[in-house]
Antibody, heavy 118, light 106 residues
Framework: QVQLQESGPGLVKPSQTLSLTCTVS??????????WSWIRQPAGKGLEWIGR???????NYNPSLKSRVTISVDTSKNQFSLKLSSVTAADTAVYYC??????????WGQGTMVTVSS | SYELTQPPSVSVSPGQTASITCSGH??????ASWYQQKPGQSPVLVIY???KRPSGIPERFSGSNSGNTATLTISGTQAMDEADYYC?????????FGGGAKLTVL
């Protein structure tokens, strides 16, 4: 079965760029009509959608984050990645990668905690 | 931007029926999904396309969506169902989540 695993630095300095990678196992990132998404959740708060990418490279982003977000895909490595620029303490959160259909997010990674602090 | 509103908390006695609502403008014209999140764990999809249950989700979980409100219903609620529940819909190619509802089984 398909599994997702996030990886990347757990600590990022303010004003720098947060970079995370999601590795997909148990299936090809290019197969099926799936999107690959990033979600985040600050401690004690709700879920916030960051954006999604299709294997072809087409993307959609949360309008509130669009100016700072880039999501990319590497089909040869079966991975997709998130870059969030100019981070502040408000970007401190658990970041999840997910598989998505057109309508729902059906498989989630375990999440990775990212803290923005000097 | 589109908004989904959930009650912050819902309480239910063991064995009773819990109903968690999610409100949004003409939400019934969209598909709603529901996610369960227990402390320290990733969210899990429990209802999709308004009424469907993924494999492995108990039959006591059901959903409906009409007008401006989607509802997650848990029949015969068990202690293990205590968790945060989030509704979700798509609007203009973006994902929208409700603020989450904490279900307490007491």
């Amino acid at each position: 079965q398909v599994q997702l695993q996030e990886s990347g630095p757990g600590l990022v300095k303010p004003s720098q760029t947060l970079s995370l990678t999601c590795t997909v196992s148990g299936g090809s990132i290019s197969s099926g009509s799936y999107y690959w998404s990033w979600i985040r959740q600050p401690a004690g708060k709700g879920l916030e959608w960051i954006g999604r990418i299709y294997a072809s490279g087409s993307t959609n982003y949360n309008p509130s984050l669009k100016s700072r977000v880039t999501i990319s895909v590497d089909t040869s490595k079966n991975q997709f990645s998130l870059k969030l620029s100019s981070v502040t303490a408000a970007d401190t959160a658990v970041y999840y990668c997910t598989r998505a259909t057109e309508l729902e997010l059906d498989i989630w990674g375990q999440g990775t905690m990212v803290t923005v602090s000097s | 931007s589109y908004e989904l509103t959930q009650p912050p908390s819902v309480s239910v006695s063991p064995g009773q029926t819990a109903s968690i609502t999610c409100s949004g403008h003409k939400l019934g014209d969209k598909y709603a999904s529901w996610y369960q999140q227990k402390p320290g764990q990733s969210p899990v999809l429990v209802i999709y396309q308004d009424t469907k249950r993924p494999s492995g989700i108990p039959e006591r979980f059901s959903g409906s969506n009409s007008g401006n409100t989607a509802t997650l219903t848990i029949s015969g609620t068990q202690a293990m169902d205590e968790a945060d529940y989030y509704c979700q819909a798509w609007d203009s190619s973006t994902v929208v989540f409700g603020g989450g509802a904490k279900l307490t089984v007491l």
